[in-house]
């Protein structure tokens, strides 16, 4: 399960600092930021993962029968935990190459 999302973007604001304004795609100031952005990914990946962990739990207890309906949540959940740790080993990546020019 994903928590403490606060503690671990903490480093991400500085990315759009108190003087950044938030550009939207197509160049537009006044969106959100790519620190909001990701934490709201983050905490939708953390929801999914608590559905379905929920899922799980009323089919052991007997509080339902519908096993397909687990299934995808579970599926859910494992797609979304899956593509949020491949955008992370892409932005490692990007970082990666950022700190290696050389200035």
Not at 9 to 18: E, S, V, Y
Not at 59 to 73: I, N, Q, Y
């Amino acid at each position: 399960m994903i928590q403490g999302t606060n503690n671990s973007l903490a480093g991400i604001d500085r990315l759009t600092g108190p003087g950044a304004s938030p550009v939207k795609p197509g160049g537009e100031a006044g969106g959100a930021s790519f620190a909001e952005a990701l934490r709201k990914s983050i905490d939708e990946v953390a929801r999914l993962q608590q559905d379905a962990s929920r899922a799980v739990e009323d089919l052991a207890t007997g509080k339902t029968e519908d096993v397909s309906g687990v299934m995808t949540a579970v599926e859910k959940a494992d797609l979304a935990f899956k593509t949020l740790l491949a955008i992370r080993s892409k932005l490692m990546e990007a970082y990666e190459e950022i700190k290696a020019i050389q200035v």
